[in-house]
């Protein structure tokens, strides 16, 4: 999703939701802390919205703005209003949230959540299309790793603690082994027929 479609999501979804503010848990918060993020995050035609003041006007989202919706049809993007506490996240991650807001977004302000933050819940979510995000903020140095492992110590539950960094251990040893394939393939050698 560009940042002009978010912008623009974030205009409707305020003019429906009659709310200025609206927390970003998705993959398009990204859009918050990186002036130019790389394309590879920018894949998703989802919004993932969520009424910072007024909750009961989520479900206002969904059908007007969502998937399939004549919105959606329009512009071949949408917004999904699921609650926070659906995803995981580490202790103390409201606080961590930054404002994004310009003459754009007509007045609304998206509180995006920080990206080790994102990382952690897409972890725990371990969808494809999660592991291909976090892939890419590896890729683009966008992930301390001593940062993560300290959020996911902020996870309430143990065993989810030991989850995540099983999985994390797990896919930081193929994004190793990957970018060591890719290094050997750049410097192998060419053989010329004599």
């Known amino acids: 999703m560009k940042r002009s479609e978010f912008e623009l999501l974030l205009r409707e979804a305020g003019a429906l939701c009659r709310e200025r ?3 970003v848990f998705g993959s398009q ?3 918050g802390w990186l002036e130019k993020p790389p394309r590879s995050l920018l894949v998703s035609f989802e919004a993932d919205l969520y009424p910072r003041n007024h909750p009961a006007a989520a479900i206002l989202i ?10 959606y049809r329009k512009h071949g993007f949408y917004a999904d209003s699921v609650t926070p506490e659906l995803a995981t996240f580490p202790d103390g991650w409201t606080y961590r949230m930054i404002p994004f807001s310009n003459r754009n977004t007509g007045g ?8 080790h933050d994102i990382t952690v819940s897409k972890l ?16 683009h140095k966008l992930i301390v790793v001593k940062t993560l492992r300290e959020r996911i110590d902020l996870l309430p539950s143990e065993s989810d603690q030991r989850r995540l960094h ?29």
């Open 21 to 23: 503010d609206f927390i």
């Open 62 to 71: 969904r059908p007007r703005l969502g998937l399939n919706s004549p919105f």
């Open 29 to 31: 918060a990204i859009l």
């Open 124 to 139: 725990a979510a371990g969808r494809p299309k999660d592991i291909r995000y976090i892939l890419a903020l590896l890729r």
């Open 108 to 115: 609304v302000t998206a509180w995006c959540v920080e990206i």
């Open 166 to 194: 099983t999985g994390f251990d797990d896919l930081l040893k193929q994004f190793r082994r990957s970018k060591r394939a890719k290094l050997a393939k750049q410097t192998k050698p060419v053989r010329r027929n004599k």
